[in-house]
């Protein structure tokens, strides 16, 4: 074995090791946040426990309410390097919010533990190697909100928060090993219906239904699946479908999440979507409202990327799903 990889082995085991040490309060993190789920921007109990996590731990500078109300940035290391180039920055992403009703089905609770368990470990390994290491590296943890619902990643792109990170990792809850999960682009979309409310027994025809128009507009999009490809994906519910039997709704809402592989596909879907959703309306004479959310998500993931953490993986031992 070379110096180097000798090296590389020490390096990795000093990781494990450090992480090993500090399971127990790891585990109690991710049981704190499990236990109290809470809903997209609005993880304000999920925010202070891994904001005082990183308070608790030596060396760490912890910033609070990072560029969103429940977001949060701890960082430890080097702040600059005299030459350019002479300092990597690495960042970790945890991940925090729920699910309505369901809670941490997705497991992001389990993210912030493997986010906060990375961060420590490369921590350990740096603090004790610097003048063995090529670079002076800084490691820097994102507690990122607003997966679920919004696109919490994407606010805080736009304001600048990954600025200066220079490789960035995260890892998510997967029923097998793999290098990277088969994301896709995706845009939200509401649709609402406006009818006119009437007696649905003594006066039906005096009412517009905007439940009918919902119920067209589900089944439009159900029929196009036909002519969609086989890596589109359309799926939603219908969230508000009127008040009571005896009323001819007035209003109803769908919520839907239009996916393709790649964002440029996504106009084609959206074009094809949206004559679903007006063909409902002119049928049924109801008004139409469509509203898409304001953060639409790209598949930014690359091959080559996914392939060196599989094979530095793999050098663990472990067996990992080809991707």
Same mark, same amino acid.
């Given at each position: !074995?070379? /110096? %180097?990889?000798?090296?590389?082995? =020490?390096?990795?085991?000093?990781?494990?090791?450090?992480?090993?040490?500090?399971?127990?309060?790891?585990? &109690?993190? &991710?049981?704190?946040?499990?236990?109290? #789920?809470?809903?997209?921007?609005? =993880? @304000?109990?999920?925010?202070?426990?891994?904001?005082?996590?990183? $308070?608790?731990?030596?060396?760490?500078?912890?910033?609070?309410?990072?560029?969103?109300?429940?977001?949060?940035?701890?960082?430890?290391?080097?702040?600059?390097?005299?030459?350019?180039?002479?300092?990597?920055? /690495?960042?970790?992403?945890?991940?925090?919010?729920?699910?309505?009703?369901?809670?941490?089905?997705?497991?992001?609770?389990?993210?912030? =533990?493997?986010?906060?368990?990375?961060?420590?470990?490369?921590?350990? +390994?740096?603090?004790?190697?610097? &003048?063995?290491?090529?670079? $002076?590296?800084?490691?820097?943890?994102?507690?990122? #909100?607003?997966?679920?619902?919004?696109?919490?990643?994407?606010? !805080?792109?736009?304001?600048?928060?990954?600025?200066?990170?220079?490789? +960035?990792?995260?890892?998510?809850?997967?029923?097998?090993?793999?290098?990277?999960?088969?994301?896709?682009?995706?845009?939200?979309?509401?649709?609402?219906?406006?009818?006119?409310?009437?007696?649905?027994?003594?006066?039906?025809?005096?009412?517009?239904?905007?439940?009918?128009?919902?119920?067209?507009?589900?089944?439009?999009?159900?029929?196009? *699946?036909?002519? !969609?490809? #086989?890596?589109?994906?359309?799926?939603?519910?219908?969230?508000?479908? %009127?008040?009571?039997?005896?009323?001819?709704?007035?209003?109803?809402?769908?919520?839907?999440?239009? *996916?393709? #592989?790649? @964002?440029?596909?996504?106009?084609?879907?959206?074009?094809?979507?949206? !004559?679903?959703?007006?063909?409902?309306?002119?049928?049924?004479?109801?008004?139409?409202?469509?509203?898409?959310?304001?953060?639409?998500?790209?598949?930014?993931?690359?091959?080559?990327?996914? *392939?060196?953490? @599989?094979?530095?993986?793999? &050098?663990?031992?472990?067996?990992?799903?080809? *991707?």
């Amino acid at each position: !074995m070379s /110096v %180097g990889a000798e090296l590389l082995a =020490e390096l990795k085991h000093r990781a494990v090791c450090c992480i090993d040490e500090a399971k127990a309060k790891l585990h &109690s993190l &991710s049981k704190d946040i499990w236990s109290c #789920p809470e809903l997209a921007y609005d =993880e @304000r109990k999920s925010h202070d426990t891994l904001v005082a996590f990183f $308070r608790q731990e030596d060396g760490w500078k912890v910033d609070s309410h990072f560029k969103l109300d429940t977001a949060f940035r701890a960082s430890w290391g080097a702040a600059g390097g005299s030459e350019p180039g002479d300092v990597v920055n /690495v960042g970790f992403l945890c991940e925090y919010d729920a699910l309505p009703t369901i809670g941490h089905a997705c497991g992001h609770n389990l993210i912030a =533990e493997v986010g906060a368990a990375a961060a420590l470990g490369l921590k350990a +390994v740096v603090e004790n190697s610097s &003048s063995s290491l090529p670079v $002076r590296p800084q490691v820097t943890v994102l507690g990122t #909100p607003a997966e679920e619902d919004g696109g919490g990643k994407v606010d !805080m792109l736009r304001e600048g928060a990954f600025e200066g990170l220079d490789v +960035v990792f995260m890892a998510h809850p997967s029923k097998e090993d793999a290098a990277y999960l088969p994301c896709v682009a995706e845009q939200d979309v509401t649709i609402k219906y406006h009818g006119k409310a009437s007696h649905a027994s003594a006066y039906p025809w005096e009412g517009i239904n905007a439940l009918d128009a919902a119920v067209l507009c589900y089944n439009n999009l159900s029929v196009l *699946r036909q002519q !969609m490809k #086989p890596d589109w994906r359309v799926h939603g519910i219908i969230k508000h479908g %009127g008040v009571k039997p005896n009323i001819i709704p007035a209003y109803t809402e769908l919520e839907y999440y239009l *996916r393709t #592989p790649s @964002r440029s596909e996504l106009p084609v879907l959206k074009a094809k979507a949206e !004559m679903c959703f007006r063909s409902a309306a002119v049928a049924t004479g109801c008004e139409l409202e469509v509203e898409y959310a304001k953060n639409a998500f790209d598949n930014i993931l690359r091959n080559k990327t996914g *392939r060196f953490v @599989r094979e530095k993986w793999q &050098s663990f031992g472990d067996g990992i799903h080809h *991707r």
